[in-house]
């Protein structure tokens, strides 16, 4: 497909287990962004990619969550041991270039719902 | 630190009235500004931005926003409201390049009246 791809789009988990959320992003693109959004919140910032460097994971509650985009394309984020404080939908979002902010294309994808028991 | 504040979780307006959707800024820099709609199930999309150009923005689907420096404001209008237009709407703001994560606004809730 054309747009920002993540998988999966629903997510179960029992607290205490580790959970992999993928995102596809467009082709191409230079930068990717992680974004968690809690039920009837808006979304907040976790991490920032450029190619395969992360330049910015100040977002990132905890050691228990971890993001990686080894070969500057496909990212993975990693939540270990959750909590049920993780329960969010969990938002990718990519840009052709290293700054997006003159051009405001930024696209997103539909999200991961993660939903921790 | 930016910020953005959004006025009204929820808004309804009946079919054809104006919408209103109110956005306050914080920011230590000249900001640029983001409006997204997001639909249910779906991603977020770009409605319109401002960035340090004309000060009234023109987006998509009609709708438009004013910066207002002296009011630290950035609210979101569209002259006459269509069912379509029911979603949620978010405000962000970037301090700009090396910074540009986006910091979001809790949401507006805006639900059109037949």
């Known amino acids: 497909g054309a747009g920002v791809s993540q998988s999966p789009r629903y997510k179960v988990a029992k607290r205490g287990q580790d959970v992999a959320l993928r995102c596809d992003p467009i082709s191409g693109h230079v930068s990717l962004f992680w974004y968690q959004q809690a039920l009837g919140q808006g979304p907040e910032f976790l991490t920032y990619?450029?190619?395969?460097?992360?330049?910015?994971k100040s977002g990132l509650p905890s050691d228990r969550f971890f993001a990686e985009r080894p070969e500057g394309s496909v990212s993975t984020l990693k939540i270990q041991r959750t909590q049920q404080e993780d329960s969010a939908v969990y938002l990718c979002?990519?840009?052709?270039?290293?700054?997006?902010?003159?051009?405001?294309?930024?696209?997103f994808g539909e999200g991961s719902r993660l939903t921790v028991l | 630190a930016q910020s953005v504040t959004q006025l009204g979780s929820h808004v309804s307006v009946s079919e054809g009235a104006l919408v209103l959707l109110r956005c306050n800024y914080s920011s230590s820099v000249p900001p640029y500004l983001f409006w997204y709609v997001q639909y249910p199930n779906q991603g977020l999309q770009l409605l319109l931005k401002y960035t340090s150009a004309a000060t009234l923005v023109k987006g998509i689907n009609g709708f438009e926003a004013e910066f207002k420096k002296s009011e630290t404001s950035f609210h979101l209008t569209k002259p006459s409201a269509h069912m379509s237009d029911a979603a949620e709407y978010f405000c962000?703001?970037?301090?700009?390049?090396?910074?540009?994560?986006?910091?979001f606004g809790t949401g507006t809730r805006l639900t059109i009246i037949p």
């Open positions: 979002a990519s840009s052709s270039r290293g700054t997006y902010l003159d051009t405001g294309e930024l696209f």
């Open positions: 962000a703001v970037s301090d700009g390049f090396g910074n540009e994560k986006l910091t």
């Open positions: 990619f450029q190619n395969e460097a992360q330049l910015d």
